[in-house]
C-alpha cells in the first residue's frame, strides 16, 4: 500500500485475508476495485467490511468514460465522508495509475504536478492506449498537456535531449 495523500492510497490487489486487515490497519474503509480478471474479490472485500467500488478493467486497458466518472465521484464522497480509499488493480500499475492521474486532474492538476506528486509510486498509466486516455481525459476539463507531457513528448524529449547536448 503507498498512500498519495491522507484520505488515498494505491497498489497492488489484496490477495491474502492478511492483506485486507492490513488495509484496515491502515484505516481503510472504502476500497475502488479495478480488476476484470477477479470478479469475486469485490465480495470478498465487502464481507471484511470494506465499501467497495467495483470497475472492471482489463489489463492495460482504460475504463468506460461516464463509469470511471461514477466511481471518481463515489471516491470523492467517500474521502469527503471522511473515509480513507484504497484504489488497486491486480499490481497497482497500468489501471490504478490511468485512473489516480484522471482524479488528480478532476482535482484541477496538470500532468506535469501529477507526475511530481506521484513521484515514484508504481501507479501510472502504462500502455499508449492508457496515456492517451489520460491526455483525452485532461483535455476535456481544459488541462491540456504540452508537449513534453504528452505521449510523444515524454518518449521523444529525452532523445532530442541527448542529440542536443551532443553538439
Known amino acids: 500500500m503507498q498512500p498519495v495523500d491522507q484520505c488515498l492510497a494505491v497498489g497492488a490487489m489484496p490477495c491474502k485475508e492478511l492483506h485486507l486487515e492490513l488495509l484496515k ?7 475502488l476495485n479495478l480488476c476484470a480478471e477477479y470478479c469475486d474479490l469485490p465480495d470478498i472485500e465487502r ?5 467497495v467500488h467495483y470497475l472492471p478493467i482489463d ?8 463509469a470511471l466518472d461514477q466511481a471518481l465521484d463515489w471516491l470523492n464522497a ?3 465522508g471522511g473515509g480513507r480509499v484504497y484504489i488497486h ?11 489516480l492521474y484522471c482524479l488528480l486532474l478532476g482535482r484541477g492538476m496538470r500532468l506535469s504536478e ?16 492508457q496515456w492517451r486516455f489520460v491526455e483525452d ?6 488541462l491540456a498537456p504540452t508537449w513534453r507531457d504528452s505521449l510523444a513528448g515524454r518518449l521523444l524529449t529525452p532523445l532530442l535531449d541527448r542529440l542536443v547536448a551532443r553538439r
Not at 488493480?89 to 485512473?99: P, Q, W
Not at 501529477?114 to 492506449?129: D, T
Not at 481525459?137 to 481544459?142: D, E, I, L, N, W
Open 47 to 51: 464481507e471484511h467490511g470494506l465499501t
Open 89 to 99: 488493480c491486480r499490481f497497482g500499475m497500468g489501471r490504478t495509475g490511468t485512473v
Open 59 to 66: 489489463d492495460y486497458d482504460v475504463p468506460d468514460p461516464q
Open 25 to 31: 490497519e491502515h484505516g481503510v474503509n472504502a476500497v
Open 78 to 80: 467517500q474521502v469527503r
Open 114 to 129: 501529477i507526475r511530481r506528486a506521484v513521484g515514484n509510486l508504481p501507479a501510472r498509466p502504462v500502455s499508449p492506449v
Open 137 to 142: 481525459y485532461a483535455r476535456r476539463r481544459g
